[in-house]
């Protein structure tokens, strides 16, 4: 029994030495591959020169004054066009009819026989916005 023990002992030791050294070796195999990748990655050179960063910085240059220049012309644009407040149909219509008061003066002494009145930029088509007495009137 103490020979099988022995034997038994002996193959224990064999295969833990051998695990061991094969461990080892995978340990230091993968050791070597990552060394190996590290220093790739150190050498490795960017694709990018000095003069595709100056030309990439010029191109930026140029097109943020751009944008300045769209963008102040926005503003500009935006203020000269503001009303504060919106003209309802009866400005709009008084407006057109002032324009063409010639041309009514001719029709009422009978020298024409039609009149057009253009009609621009309502923004208050409401029944309230046209009509004074409008809540008198739904009421």
């Known amino acids: 029994m103490s020979e099988i023990i022995k034997q038994l002992e002996s193959e224990f030791t064999k295969l833990k030495s051998d695990l061991e050294q094969s461990t080892a070796k995978n340990v230091d195999e993968k050791m070597a591959a990552i060394n190996e990748a590290i220093e790739t990655l150190k050498s ?5 020169t ?3 960063l100056a ?3 010029s191109d930026l240059n140029a097109t943020i ?3 300045d220049m769209v963008q ?3 503003k500009n644009t935006g203020n000269a066009n503001t009303n504060t407040q919106p003209e309802a149909f009866g400005d709009v219509l008084l407006k057109a009819m002032d324009d063409a008061k010639d041309g009514i003066k001719e029709m009422k002494a009978g020298h024409r026989k039609s009149l057009s009145l253009n009609l621009k930029e309502m923004k208050d ?3 309230a916005g ?3 007495t409008a809540s008198a009137s739904v009421s």
């Open 130 to 132: 046209n009509f004074p």
């Open 55 to 57: 030309e990439i910085k």
């Open 44 to 48: 490795a050179k960017p694709e990018v």
């Open 72 to 74: 102040t012309r926005v």
């Open 50 to 52: 000095a003069d595709d």
């Open 65 to 67: 004054k751009a944008l």
């Open 125 to 127: 088509m409401t029944f």
